[in-house]
């Protein structure tokens, strides 16, 4: 294994902050497992004379972000600022005092796709008041943090050349976005003295710009599949591209940037890069308002020592022995079980209707009883660790499974609760008590841990989750029937946003059923959705519609109420960019597929059938009869 010259690890405090005791703590952490440098992932989050929009409390002053600095140089950690210079501005444009130089300013909202976004993401490259803006906040950071490096992200830009003044550009989109990177490295490297690193995703849809910029930017490389013998670019059909070699060969250095899910995540990319250039690492960890670091130092730890060296097998046993003080063979085992099955993989979600999607696969349903065996061991385990923190990762990462059990539950028990063809029975409520019992405990739990390790600081994300969570399950209890409409589905890539409209008997007007994001669970190719729709109305014609970046496969549809089983009898017509259509007719694995296949042209052109038109099918449906 590669001994990597930089070794780096991320904290994202944009999406959630961390108290300065906490970075204290994880910086004496990290420097044990064997890092370097620590990138504070920050966005607008330090308060300072040009951007100084984000109350006290959702921000930290220019004095707390240096304390921590002066604490780091004491343990040789390098603080690495990462913020973002174009994609990702949220944090910025969410203040009407930010809008005048959004890319969005003069659209409603409405950027690459047709729909409104309900906060700007994207700066304005063309206009000289957010270069005079940026250039400003970049130099009170630089003045902040002494590293010789500074990451401006420029990751997923997704809303680039759409208003009037950059659409003049004559270089388009990777005219507009090299312009900008040059701009930035004028700011960054020849004013400030600093190393410009970005992320390198960008890169998909604009390659030529990789000859139009400065060569001695660092670029960071993101990938977070289990397996990265070989990587994949991110969006559409992910051809695969030999990333570390190429960039050596156009004279650029790279690091690698696995996440904290898996640690086969970790362990691939990082034999991947060992055969070619690389300078170095950065383990990225992202969104944790509402969760937690703990569950991810065996992560930490084990990545830490790989990059100095360590076979695999030897890297996971000195982080165990670090954090639990414990070297048995089981623990061991499990807890590399634990790490390596991604126990992040329940994702958290508070409505009712989005536990409609079918019996668990057969990957959840082998994730579910890890999780209980996981479970019953780690807890077993808990009772023996008497290192401190050994016992806060261990209480975390039963939290995480703890939540697993009870989404499995949900997907068990709400469907009950939509079943067109039979009612509730009184078990079934029982049953579903007992869920939002398991729920309010959860969430007691998770408010508990919070205060231990963020004392002082709200936590508004898990209040709202849960919250909303509650709510929608306990409607249940009085829920009217209603019928059910189900999709089955085939993805890969990125996935259009869809709407679903039904004609009844007693109307001639077409009624919307739901229009979101038919994403899959985790990355399912095949997948299953449902949603309520009438109970008693016959329906007789349903469309199924999609636009956006990316495309939607449905293998099936069927509408199940009062009146019977609806299924397509007969397609009645077709817009936009339809193929397989006669799949539909069958309820087998073939699929129909609606939109255009990424490519590097359609990207760059924002009135393509892959951005703003709408792809449709239009079936008439026939009560299936039973012999």
Same mark, same amino acid.
């Given at each position: 294994?590669?001994? &990597?010259?930089?070794?780096?690890?991320?904290?994202?405090?944009?999406?959630?902050?961390?108290?300065?005791? &906490?970075?204290?703590?994880?910086?004496?952490?990290?420097?044990?497992?064997?890092?370097?440098?620590?990138?504070?992932?920050?966005?607008?989050?330090?308060?300072?004379?040009? *951007?100084?929009?984000?109350? @006290?409390?959702?921000?930290?002053?220019?004095?707390?972000?240096?304390?921590?600095?002066?604490?780091?140089?004491?343990?040789?950690?390098?603080?690495?600022?990462?913020?973002?210079?174009?994609?990702?501005?949220?944090?910025?444009?969410? *203040?009407?005092?930010?809008?005048?130089?959004?890319? !969005?300013?003069?659209?409603?909202?409405?950027?690459?796709?047709?729909?409104?976004?309900?906060?700007?993401?994207?700066?304005?490259?063309?206009?000289?008041?957010?270069?005079?803006?940026?250039?400003?906040?970049?130099?009170?950071?630089?003045?902040?943090?002494?590293?010789?490096?500074?990451?401006?992200?420029?990751?997923?830009?997704?809303?680039?050349?759409?208003?009037?003044?950059?659409?003049?550009?004559?270089?388009?989109?990777?005219?507009?976005?090299?312009?900008?990177?040059?701009?930035?490295?004028?700011?960054?490297?020849?004013?400030?003295?600093?190393?410009?690193?970005?992320?390198?995703?960008?890169?998909?849809?604009? @390659?030529?710009?990789?000859?139009?910029?400065?060569?001695?930017?660092?670029?960071?490389?993101?990938?977070?599949?289990?397996?990265?013998? &070989?990587?994949?670019?991110?969006?559409?059909?992910?051809?695969?591209?030999?990333? !570390?070699?190429?960039?050596?060969? !156009?004279? &650029?250095?790279?690091?690698?940037?696995?996440?904290?899910?898996?640690?086969?995540?970790?362990?691939?990319?990082?034999?991947?890069?060992?055969?070619? @250039?690389?300078?170095?690492?950065?383990?990225?960890?992202?969104?944790?308002?509402?969760?937690?670091?703990?569950?991810?130092?065996?992560?930490?730890?084990?990545?830490?020592?790989?990059?100095?060296?360590?076979?695999?097998?030897?890297?996971?046993?000195?982080?165990?022995?670090?954090?639990?003080?414990?070297?048995?063979?089981?623990?061991?085992?499990?807890?590399?079980?634990? #790490?390596?099955?991604?126990?992040?993989?329940? =994702?958290?979600?508070?409505?009712?209707?989005?536990?409609?999607?079918?019996?668990? /696969?057969?990957?959840?349903?082998?994730?579910?009883? !890890?999780?209980?065996?996981?479970?019953?061991?780690?807890?077993?385990?808990?009772?023996?660790?008497?290192?401190?923190?050994?016992?806060?990762?261990?209480?975390?990462?039963?939290? =995480?499974?703890?939540?697993? /059990?009870?989404?499995?539950?949900?997907?068990?028990?709400?469907?009950?609760?939509?079943?067109?063809?039979?009612?509730?029975?009184? %078990?079934?409520?029982?049953?579903?008590?007992?869920?939002?019992?398991?729920?309010?405990?959860?969430?007691?739990?998770?408010?508990?841990?919070?205060?231990? %390790?963020?004392?002082?600081?709200?936590?508004?994300?898990?209040?709202?989750? *849960?919250?909303?969570?509650?709510?929608?399950?306990?409607?249940?209890?009085? /829920?009217?029937?209603?019928?059910?409409?189900?999709?089955?589905?085939?993805?890969?890539?990125?996935?259009?946003?869809?709407?679903?409209?039904?004609?009844?008997?007693?109307?001639?007007?077409?009624?919307?059923?739901?229009?979101?994001?038919?994403?899959?669970?985790?990355?399912?190719?095949?997948?299953?959705?449902?949603?309520? %729709?009438?109970?008693?109305?016959?329906?007789?014609?349903?469309?199924?519609?999609?636009?956006?970046?990316?495309?939607?496969?449905?293998?099936?549809?069927?509408?199940?109420?009062?009146?019977?089983?609806?299924?397509?009898?007969?397609?009645?017509?077709? #817009?936009?960019?339809?193929?397989?259509?006669?799949?539909?007719?069958?309820?087998?694995?073939?699929?129909?597929?609606?939109?255009?296949?990424?490519?590097?042209?359609?990207?760059?052109?924002?009135?393509?059938?892959?951005?703003?038109?709408?792809?449709?099918?239009?079936?008439?449906?026939?009560?299936?009869?039973?012999?």
């Amino acid at each position: 294994m590669n001994n &990597f010259r930089l070794r780096a690890v991320q904290l994202d405090l944009a999406r959630q902050m961390e108290t300065i005791d &906490f970075i204290k703590e994880f910086i004496d952490f990290i420097t044990k497992a064997g890092f370097n440098t620590l990138v504070l992932y920050l966005e607008g989050r330090v308060r300072t004379a040009t *951007f100084s929009l984000l109350p @006290p409390d959702e921000s930290y002053s220019v004095e707390e972000m240096k304390e921590i600095v002066e604490y780091a140089s004491q343990k040789n950690i390098d603080i690495i600022p990462a913020t973002q210079a174009l994609g990702h501005a949220e944090h910025f444009l969410q *203040f009407e005092e930010m809008q005048h130089i959004s890319e !969005l300013r003069d659209t409603d909202g409405r950027g690459r796709w047709t729909g409104a976004c309900p906060v700007s993401t994207s700066f304005c490259p063309s206009l000289s008041e957010t270069k005079t803006f940026l250039s400003e906040y970049f130099t009170e950071l630089a003045g902040i943090f002494p590293s010789r490096y500074f990451n401006l992200g420029m990751d997923e830009v997704w809303h680039i050349g759409i208003c009037d003044l950059c659409r003049k550009h004559p270089g388009s989109q990777a005219g507009i976005f090299a312009d900008h990177i040059n701009w930035l490295y004028s700011v960054i490297s020849k004013k400030l003295g600093k190393r410009m690193m970005i992320w390198d995703d960008m890169f998909q849809h604009y @390659p030529d710009v990789l000859n139009n910029i400065p060569n001695d930017i660092i670029l960071c490389a993101w990938h977070y599949d289990a397996v990265m013998h &070989f990587p994949y670019w991110h969006f559409g059909t992910q051809p695969r591209v030999d990333k !570390l070699n190429l960039y050596a060969k !156009l004279g &650029f250095e790279c690091i690698i940037c696995p996440a904290d899910f898996t640690l086969r995540n970790t362990t691939t990319f990082t034999e991947y890069a060992s055969s070619r @250039p690389c300078m170095g690492a950065l383990l990225t960890m992202w969104e944790k308002s509402d969760c937690f670091y703990n569950e991810s130092f065996p992560a930490i730890a084990y990545a830490g020592n790989l990059w100095q060296g360590m076979s695999s097998g030897n890297a996971f046993k000195s982080a165990l022995e670090s954090i639990f003080e414990c070297s048995e063979t089981v623990f061991s085992a499990i807890l590399k079980t634990a #790490k390596e099955i991604n126990i992040w993989y329940w =994702r958290r979600d508070c409505k009712a209707e989005n536990y409609l999607r079918g019996e668990l /696969k057969e990957e959840e349903y082998i994730i579910k009883t !890890l999780t209980d065996t996981l479970t019953e061991t780690l807890s077993q385990y808990l009772i023996k660790i008497n290192n401190p923190r050994g016992k806060m990762v261990l209480e975390n990462m039963l939290l =995480r499974l703890e939540y697993g /059990k009870i989404y499995t539950m949900g997907r068990e028990i709400i469907p009950r609760f939509f079943d067109p063809e039979k009612s509730p029975s009184q %078990v079934d409520r029982e049953r579903l008590k007992n869920l939002l019992e398991a729920f309010r405990d959860h969430y007691s739990k998770l408010c508990d841990f919070w205060a231990r %390790v963020r004392p002082g600081i709200p936590h508004k994300a898990l209040d709202s989750f *849960f919250t909303t969570a509650i709510q929608s399950f306990s409607s249940l209890m009085t /829920k009217e029937a209603n019928g059910l409409l189900t999709l089955r589905l085939f993805d890969i890539g990125i996935t259009q946003d869809t709407e679903v409209l039904v004609k009844f008997t007693d109307s001639t007007e077409w009624e919307s059923i739901f229009n979101t994001r038919l994403t899959p669970y985790y990355h399912e190719t095949c997948h299953e959705r449902s949603f309520p %729709v009438s109970f008693d109305r016959v329906p007789v014609a349903i469309r199924f519609e999609t636009w956006g970046y990316g495309t939607q496969g449905i293998n099936f549809i069927e509408i199940v109420n009062s009146h019977g089983r609806f299924i397509p009898g007969k397609i009645q017509l077709t #817009k936009g960019q339809v193929t397989g259509i006669e799949n539909i007719l069958a309820d087998d694995a073939s699929y129909a597929n609606l939109g255009e296949s990424y490519s590097i042209e359609n990207f760059n052109n924002h009135g393509s059938n892959a951005n703003k038109k709408r792809h449709g099918i239009e079936l008439l449906l026939k009560k299936e009869q039973f012999n």
